[in-house]
């Protein structure tokens, strides 16, 4: 059969196959080069896009640098260890995915930024903001950057609000306890931050509670606390877990 003597041929003289190889590798590459050629010569924005961005990433100024971090909990079967030997630079404007499976220690890595996580928790290493150990702090100094400088999207909006004040009362707060504001410019501004998330009729929903949000609207919220002081760092726990597909392509395009 025709596969039976090609093999023969192959055992026999196994030199006729490496010009053809070497065609068809040449072929490739000749046709990658030009393609590359192409799209620079007809999107030359690319290319330069590419080598600003290298330039940009490695000028631009370090925010937080977090070297050797590791968290371990007490545990009736032993120690937990829920984050380990963690290293990892945020820069200004830059956008940094961090990508695990459940219960792989993301949402404990951003707590442990923010002085959130419980007493039992036992942290090691350091998390350097603008040259400040951030685990060297107190809960009262922790409190000048939570919130302001650094700020976080929860995962759980319906646990993360107060149910029993207005939605609008607690972004009044964030703002108020931040800023020299009035209470109400802090209303007035509350109301304009969940226009800019895509509240309908914020002055209106402003005035209600967390419960009487769905889950997607809640999540909404979660962003306008996130972003009111303007924070140079916001830490971001699945922020459209909840949300619509429609409102979670938008988050991510902004």
């Known amino acids: 059969t025709l596969i039976a003597e090609g093999t023969g041929a192959a055992l026999t003289y196994p030199w006729l196959f490496m010009f053809a190889g070497a065609s068809l590798v040449l072929t490739v590459l000749a046709v990658s080069f030009i393609g590359d050629g192409l799209r620079d010569a007809f999107d030359p924005g690319s290319a330069k896009s590419k080598k600003i ?12 640098e977090i070297r050797d971090l590791s968290v371990t909990f007490p545990s009736e079967a032993g120690t937990v260890r829920a984050v380990r030997n963690v290293s990892l630079d945020i820069r200004a404007g830059e956008v940094l995915g961090i990508v695990g499976e459940s219960g792989s220690g993301k949402t404990v890595m951003s707590l442990s930024m923010i002085g959130l996580l419980a007493e039992s928790a036992t942290i090691t ?3 350097n903001y603008n040259g400040v150990n951030l685990l060297s702090l107190d809960d009262n100094a922790m409190s000048k950057y939570r919130g302001k400088d650094i700020a976080m999207v929860f995962q759980d909006p319906l646990s993360a609000l107060n149910p029993v004040h207005t939605i609008g009362r607690q972004i009044a707060e964030a703002l108020h306890i931040h800023s020299d504001i009035s209470k109400e410019a802090a209303l007035q501004r509350a109301v304009e931050l969940l226009e800019i998330v895509g509240i309908p009729r914020p002055a209106e929903r402003a005035q209600s509670y967390p419960h009487e ?3 997607g609207m809640r999540q909404r919220v979660m962003i306008a606390l996130a972003i009111a002081n303007q924070p140079k760092v916001i830490l971001a726990d699945e922020p459209t877990r909840q949300a619509e597909i429609s409102y979670a392509v938008f988050c991510l395009k902004k």
């Open 53 to 64: 961005y290298m330039s940009n990433t490695e000028t631009r100024k370090c925010l937080i």
């Open 125 to 127: 290493g350091s998390i």
């Open 213 to 215: 949000f769905s889950g």
